[in-house]
């Protein structure tokens, strides 16, 4: 509240809107009450990251690594990246020209937005889909049309369901695969036929592959398949693929005039990414096969024995994910309110996310994360089945580790 005395308050115009977070922190403040909750709400992995990589921060604190990098990342990380994109999808990419380090994911797609989109552009978008991305290109004043991802016995993105949504005024196409909360991926057939599309029609398509590693039962398809970098702009993160979601470091790859264009202004917000991932990402990139498979085999496993589980309850309809690190079941037989499904969930000792948050299309349903230790999701499982059949579940006082 702002009042009388507050002049120089009083002067301030809002640059954020309250209710662009308030349902959020609501949840947040609804979960900190609780006494021995568990918790599938996060939007992270819950295990550990690569040793190795550790070590090579730490010794990278220790040889003073601990100042300024160039504004774009340091070149060996950036050649590391373009080795690394070569290997997993053939992409031949200037680790000069082509690379932008950020800081998470999340700077490269507001600085790729901020270049890409003005003010009235129309923008596509999925639903169900990440809100943090309606809301950054909402704050451009973009105009937001959404295309439908599809759900069979798995969620899929339907580039037809895309395709037929383009119009003259159609700017930016922003494609999540694997998505978050949805797990839908799109085929290489699909990037191809939007990517076609883009040159001929001249639109770009901003790929958030964040969650590439997590792909289950095929190889992930991604838009860097096409050597062209003509159209599309390439989001990725290190904080999925290695647990290291509070190092902040992301990259973008793209046209060089974009990513001239997204580091003149990075120079003014950041100025460069964490300097020490860097370093550390740069020597651990080359051989982190190992912990990929063995975290992608683990999380496939855990999806599975989820999925099953939550098909043996009655009124719940949960479609295997091809990717990611969420489920996204179908609850609303049980309870068609997405929110009011949390409360009851909540009150049963399980935080979830309500669907609602990721779009018109997730009402009814809720997200849940499987990126954490087998017996955590047992333990959750129980107290779930407990309470949407309506008996009562053991209360557990103890709050494990950091997973709350
Ligand atoms: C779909 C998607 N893209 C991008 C990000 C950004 O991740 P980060 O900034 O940690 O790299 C997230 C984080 O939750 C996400 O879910």
Known sequence: MITEKDKALKKLKPIAKESESSPMREMMKMMEDRKG?????????????PEELIELASEA?????????????????????????NDQWGAKVDPAANILMTVGGMEAIFLATRVLVQKGDRVLLPDPGW?????VLERLGALLAYYP???????????????????????????????????ATLSKEGFKALIERAREKGFFILSDEVYHNY???????????????????FINSFSKTFAVTGWRLGYAIAHPWIIRQMGIFKESISLCSFSIGQWAMAQFLPHCGRYLRKNRE?????????????????????????????????????EPSSQELFRRLLDGGVAVVPGVFFGQKGEGRARLMFACPTDYIDRCMERIEATLRGKPSTVVTKLPGNLS
Not at 37 to 49: I, K, M, V
Not at 152 to 180: C, M, Y
Not at 321 to 326: A, T
């Open 37 to 49: 909750l568990l918790s599938l709400s996060a939007g992270e992995a819950n295990f550990d990251p």
């Open 61 to 85: 604190m220790r040889k003073d690594r601990n100042r300024y990098t160039s504004t774009n990342g340091i070149p060996q990380v950036r050649e590391a990246v373009a080795e690394f994109v």
């Open 131 to 135: 809100g943090v991305m309606r809301t």
């Open 149 to 183: 991802l599809e759900e069979k016995e798995s969620w899929f993105i339907d580039h037809e369901a895309i395709l037929s949504r383009i119009d003259g005024q159609t700017k930016l196409v922003v494609i999540n695969s694997p998505s978050n909360p949805t797990g």
């Open 215 to 233: 792909v289950y039962g095929g190889e992930h398809a991604s838009a860097l398949h096409f050597d062209s970098l003509d159209n599309v702009v």
């Open 298 to 334: 683990f999380c496939q496993a855990n999806m599975q024995r989820l999925v099953t589980r939550l098909n043996a309850i009655p009124g719940v309809r949960c479609p295997s994910p091809k990717g990611g690190i969420y489920v996204f079941p179908d609850f609303s037989r049980i």
